[in-house]
């Protein structure tokens, strides 16, 4: 089919242009690859199509039924072609993506509102805590993660980096009293069951260098407004990112626990399928994520 279709365009061509040489040019082929092309048409048709002389070229009468026919046809395919370019080039479509619940309220849907007011040809599917695997399975454009990623079959954009904290209630310290980065492995921990590890970190002091802590995993949660509460209750220390407790910390309803010390910053990531042709919509949104998150 695609090497008759290029020996029709080439025929179209050498009678629009009533010219091989002018034909071949504007198709960028030699003008001895014109002429195979029809030669090939007519052997393939049994049909003399062109009739050559010296001066000019026309057409037989088939020849003339068969241009009259395939002009259109070819129209129809070019404009077909047009059409499905002119809509990959159009930021339109619905694009599902997801990220944590608390993440999404805090930082992505104040966003949404400037976002389809920029691109307004947008319907927009928000999910929450949609893990890695539903890009393929709940065909995902994009999923926004926090925390260091794993190696993955995945494209990933670093959006932002964002502090995580040691958190507990001054009742939980009245019982468990965390002096020192040791008292920490002998404590009571919420865990993050998102994390390989949870309750193992690695504190840095500026002058008094790092120090490895392994925590107890008594309780345990995939989400951070569930670690929240049971932190909330006295339950355990946790880690949480500092956006989602600095409320908490400014009302002394949480304690951070060994101010000088620090924990390694996490980050912020929109992960995408590895598809050579990133879809104008995904590319929209995230770009338009790295303007207003990156930091």
Known sequence: MHTHLNRVQTFLAVVDFGSYTKAANYLNISKAMASLHVKALE?????????????NISLTEIGQ???????????????????????QNRVSGKLRFSSTSEYGEAYILPLIPQFVEHY??????YNFNSSLNDLVTEKLDLVIRLGN????????RKLADYEIVLVA???FLARHPVQNPQDLDS???????????????????????????????????????????MTLSSLGVSVLPAWVVKDDIAGERLIRLLPDYSLPSQSVNVV????????????????????????
Request: aromatic share 10%; proline share 6%; charged share 20%.
């Open 43 to 55: 052997d393939v048709l049994s049909a003399t199509l062109l009739i050559r002389s010296t001066r």
């Open 65 to 87: 039924e068969f241009y009259e026919e395939f002009k259109g046809i070819v129209a129809d395919i070019d404009n077909a072609f047009d059409n499905v370019l002119k809509g």
């Open 120 to 125: 307004p040809e947008i319907k927009l599917c």
């Open 149 to 156: 990623l794993a190696d993955s079959a995945f494209k990933s």
């Open 169 to 171: 209630t001054e009742t």
């Open 187 to 229: 404590v009571p921990w919420i865990a993050n069951s998102n994390l390989q590890a949870p309750t193992q970190w690695t504190l840095r002091h500026p002058h008094l260098g790092t120090v490895e802590i392994n925590g107890i995993n008594q309780f345990e949660s995939n989400s951070s407004t569930a670690i929240r509460s």
């Open 272 to 295: 995408f399928p590895n598809s050579p042709h990133l879809p104008h919509k995904s590319r929209a949104f995230i770009d338009f994520l790295l303007l207003h998150l990156a930091q």
